[in-house]
T-cell receptor
Framework: GAGVSQSPRYKVAKRGQDVALRCDPI?????LFWYQQALGQGPEFLTY????????KSGLPSDRFFAERPEGSVSTLKIQRTQQEDSAVYLC??????????????FGEGSRLTVL | AQRVTQPEKLLSVFKGAPVELKCNYS??????LFWYVQYSRQRLQLLLR??SRESIKGFTADLNKGETSFHLKKPFAQEEDSAMYYC????????????FGSGTQLTVLP
């Protein structure tokens, strides 16, 4: 596709359920970021991949959050035992360059998670 | 710790009036600063970055290290400028990830 694709666009989960959010970055993009955006706030960094390597996961709020990018393209963000405070829009972004933000970030439309 | 502050959550101006969206940052090193924009029902996208010293869609932003500011300005606002604007900073973390402000919703009135 022409841009970063995320699915599902909307997810409603009952508290305690596990969810998986998918990101398909722009083909050939080396860097991939996950951000969490709570209502009325700016995006907050969760984790960063360079190809398949997860180089920074310092923003993950708890060990219930797990991300992977096994083949260096598609990435999945998994949240186990969801809590109400996990409700947010989860944004994925990619960049064609390595070394993190060496260039422009291209964002997906986000996955809006609502935990009841 | 690095931080970006956008003091105005909402800003309304009339078409043709000048507009300034404020951004202040806190960072101990030499920062790289950006403005990202999100138009209604569109994804977040880069507007401009300070190292390019460019003008995009009539917008400019000057890095003022003394005041630790990176305000976004446009001399004559247009209705199509109505959007959410985020100021962002790249720090020295291993990922060099963006740290965003909380955003300013700009509305340009006819």
């Amino acid at each position: 596709g022409a841009g970063v694709s995320q699915s599902p666009r909307y997810k409603v989960a009952k508290r305690g359920q596990d969810v998986a959010l998918r990101c398909d970055p722009i083909s050939g993009h080396v860097s991939l970021f996950w951000y969490q955006q709570a209502l009325g706030q700016g995006p907050e960094f969760l984790t960063y991949f360079q190809n398949e390597a997860q180089l920074d996961k310092s923003g993950l709020p708890s060990d219930r959050f797990f991300a992977e990018r096994p083949e260096g393209s598609v990435s999945t963000l998994k949240i186990q035992r969801t809590q109400q405070e996990d409700s947010a829009v989860y944004l994925c972004a990619s960049s064609r360059l390595s070394g993190g933000l060496a260039g422009e970030l291209f964002f997906g439309e986000g996955s809006r998670l609502t935990v009841l | 710790a690095q931080r970006v502050t956008q003091p105005e959550k909402l800003l309304s101006v009339f078409k043709g009036a000048p507009v300034e969206l404020k951004c202040n940052y806190s960072y101990s090193g030499s920062p790289e600063l950006f403005w990202y924009v999100q138009y209604s029902r569109q994804r977040l996208q880069l507007l401009l970055r300070h190292i390019s010293r460019e003008s995009i869609k009539g917008f400019t932003a000057d890095l003022n290290k003394g005041e630790t500011s990176f305000h976004l300005k446009k001399p004559f606002a247009q209705e199509e400028d109505s959007a959410m604007y985020y100021c962002a900073l790249v720090g020295a973390g291993s990922a060099r990830q963006l740290t965003f402000g909380s955003g300013t919703q700009l509305t340009v009135l006819p």
